[in-house]
């Protein structure tokens, strides 16, 4: 090398270092866990870096891609339920392979532990083959003697019942999703041979398995026809990108929205979140076929299938409306909002016959999006448990549908139905102030549950409390509160806090990009700039680290891997990734005939950025945003200065935007880091001898008692005497030396038997017969659409008195999970409605499955009474022709 090359290729050097050592200095974000530079996401030895607005790289591996401990937790399902042993108490073997396999050899119900110390570093073997076999002997002797098995927590597994038996755990191609093991055929075990031992043989450790992302992203879609975004932060502009091209390959041929490379189709709750955050105006028509490939032809919207076979289990489908409201608002469609108006009316006309609570105010149902029951409920509650609780954003989604069908009411001049709509959200705003605000965190509870006396959850439900600060149900003195007081991780801002042991991340322990753009706009609308650059940070990290737009990471690591289920170029994902630039930076409002502006600069992403080719109605326009802040201190439109920061939606054509900030955010701001932690899981309570017992908890620094619903005493002991009475029902809650709360137990009612009624069905149905068992007395009733629309059933009380009244039943007409075959009628006292009796699915083809409903309190007077359940209009469920339970008989008892 020649002297002159030589100098070059120093001087090449040393401007790459002070360049490189320039944008180290520009640091965004700081925490323990990872570092966003203008350029890079830095997080231990991994490091994603933008070359270019159209190009990234990343060197992010999982740090679990070459661990795989020979050690396996596991334990076996029947009928795809966690029902072989009580929570937290697996099989657990080390597999020491020959030749590449081995042989585990367990007896259903008996704890399997064989373990053998491996030095750390030591990981399974690639590809080794391994057996189970599954002693299923003593099942199928129960099932030949007594014509059923008990299983661990009392319940009756009937022969017909029977469906199969599968093997769950934690290591791949393992899982913990019972409901879902079907999925994986090599999940199931076989009895080949009839001698009722069961086999199965899994592939551990393959290494096709993928634990990468892709190592670099480059631009290959045109994208010129979008918005474009260019500013000093070149980490936002790529990841704004890719953003835009992810959102273009998740447009179907049909011109819907895909829900995520994994999830085909659309799905009610995801695409109206989606479309919220940035969809209705990014793709108005798509957003349009969206919505309405989700809205039945009743014209009412339809529940994605859901927890018991969908609505009104699952309840959420309202979200809907709020998604429609931001179409027309974007689009001035008037014809969009005089179909979405009939929509959103009929579908909140049957939830009020059905789901309301009139004490509360509230409404009943799953917690919006987190619809997998064991990920945020105790595994005690049932599909008809879940439908009686009422919880945080479900309820914000239902008082934010209750305003705009009256704002929609008001546009199309229907003033009473505007009124009466309007009424309905302020009941629904108090019944969640009243009854899910915790004045000493600071923050709502994640819900109402239990069976009779309902109490609050206290964990923290991030996007229930983002919906409450965005949608005003929170007062600003609360809405500051919240966002400063509800836990966040390094990681970002989990679904729940503090989570649930012994469950799996998915929406437990895990973060979402979607909930956290929400938790993002809550935060920048009570001008919280630490958790708004906090959430930016936790939306850029993943996004650029893993080059895609994930579904969800674990909030313990990070890390995409882990997590039961994901997907790549998820639609919420990049939904709320794009809405960063234009809903959050630039502050672009969408409001009843104008586009306002509302910036919010964070101090670490001040400087000069544009907007160009942003296509509001039939105006197209070139935005410039200088400085940081939330203050607009020059608003010019097309060079010329006015004060009202807003565009009329009249305007036409190209026209020009420039925005000056005042570079001040005067209000210091905090948020409540804390680490991942996890409760103590829910006690299991039994009663005998005038005393509830339960096991003690390792880690339990006591227990408190709860009586009806309230704290009875707190206590170091696992026993407590009870008092004998009319009926008080009991449950246990354990706590830790930190006063975190597990669960509740599951309600235990102790009642004196002369205060209980059990009223046997008439007219027994044919089908009580050799096929269905578990029933009492000489049969059961079939209830159909078609078959025993009303039914009646006699009873006499001996004292006035509040008594609930719900039913045994059976619904094998689907899973637990799944499907929308939810059976539901009007329950009625001596002709007078009362509200709705639910009958969830309860395990496909499982009719020996018997469970109770949902219960109802009812004031009655001494003397004869008719109750009755019928099938009215109301009552339509998301199937539209399966309605079906059978009734063993309805049970009264007198509870005050």
Known sequence: MDSRNFYMSVLFCVLQTSIFAQTRDSEVYKSDAYTIYNNRVEQAGFRAIALSATEMTSNYRSPDADKYSPTISFKFSINLQDNEMISGHDHLVTLLPENGACTTTVTFGKQYVHTNAIPEGINLAPNTRWTVRLDMRDIFQAFKDKGFYTLYNGEKLYQPDFKGVYIAGGAAPLMWDFNNLKNNPDLKLQDTDGDDIYETTLVLNKQSDEKH???????????????????????????????????????ETDSTFRTGKEWSGVWTRDVSYSIILSMA????????????????????????????GAWPASTDRMIWAVAAWEVYKATGDNDWLQQAY??????????????????????????????????????????????????????????????????????????????????????????????????????????????????????????????????GIADDTRAKQIVGSTPVTSYGIPCIYPEIPNIPPYHNNAVWPFVQTYWLWAAAGVSNEKSVVESISAIYRPAALFLTNKENFVAETGDFNGTQINSSIMLWSLSG?????????????????????????????????????????????????????????SFQLDGKETSSFEIPETISGKHTVRIELDNQLAVASTTNQKPVVFTLPAPVVKYENHKITWQPLTKAS???????????????????????????????????????????????????????????????????????????????????????????????????????????????????????????????????????????????????????????????????????????????????????????????????
């Open 342 to 471: 009939q929509i959103i009316k009929n579908s909140i006309e049957d939830d009020l016959v059905t789901l309301y609570d009139p004490v509360t105010g509230m409404v009943k149902g799953e917690s919006s999006f987190l619809d997998w029951r064991e990920q945020t409920y105790p595994k005690w509650m049932q599909p008809a448990d879940i439908f009686e609780s009422e919880c945080l954003g479900t309820n914000a989604v239902h008082f934010q549908a209750n305003i705009i069908l009256s704002k929609m009411a008001i546009a199309l001049n229907q003033k009473q139905v505007a009124e009466k709509h309007k009424l309905v959200a302020e009941k629904i705003k108090t019944g969640i102030n009243t009854y899910l605000w915790l004045p000493e965190k600071g923050y709502y509870a994640q819900f109402l549950y239990g069976r009779n006396f309902k109490i609050v959850s206290p964990k923290s439900e991030a996007l229930g409390e983002a919906l409450c600060v965005l949608f």
């Open 702 to 896: 006591g227990y408190k008692i709860i009586a009806n619903g309230k704290l009875l005493k707190s206590t170091t002991k696992t026993s407590f005497q009870v008092k004998s009475g009319t009926y008080i029902e009991y449950q246990v809650v354990a706590f830790d030396k930190n006063n975190l709360e597990s669960f509740a137990s599951e309600p235990l009612p102790v009642v004196n038997v002369r205060y209980i009624q059990i009223i046997q069905a008439e007219n027994v149905s044919e089908k009580s017969n050799q096929s269905f068992k578990g029933y009492s007395g000489d049969g059961f009733i079939e209830i159909s659409k078609t078959v025993n629309k009303t039914v009646h059933f006699k009873i006499k009380v001996d004292t006035d008195g509040l008594y609930s009244i719900d039913f045994r039943y059976a619904n094998g007409n689907g899973p637990t999970n799944t499907e929308n075959k939810c059976a539901i009628r009007t329950l009625s006292v001596d002709n007078n409605p009362v509200n709705a009796i639910v009958f969830p699915q309860r395990g496909k083809e499982e009719w020996s499955n018997w469970g109770f409903s949902n219960s109802l309190k009812v004031f009655l007077t001494k003397g004869e009474h008719v109750i009755s359940i019928s099938l009215e209009d109301a009552n339509e469920n998301m199937n539209g022709e399966i309605n079906q339970a059978m009734i063993d008989f309805v049970r009264v008892q007198f509870i005050q």
């Open 213 to 251: 992302t892709d190592a670099e992203w480059k631009l290959s879609r045109d994208i010129s026809a979008l918005p474009q975004y260019k500013s000093d932060f070149l980490l936002s502009d790529a990841v704004y990108n890719m953003s835009l091209e992810e959102m273009l390959k998740a447009i």
């Open 281 to 308: 105006y990014m793709q108005p028509k798509v957003a349009m076929n969206s919505l309405m490939r989700k809205v039945s032809k009743s014209k009412k919207i339809i529940q994605d299938t859901g927890t018991g």
């Open 577 to 633: 990734n794009i809405s960063i630039i234009h809903r959050i930076l630039f502050g672009i409002r969408f409001e009843e005939g104008r586009l306002s502006f509302n910036p919010f600069v964070p101090f670490s992403m001040q400087g000069k950025r544009t907007l160009t080719n942003f296509k509001y109605r039939n105006a197209f326009l070139d935005i410039e945003l200088n400085g940081y802040g939330s203050r607009i201190v």
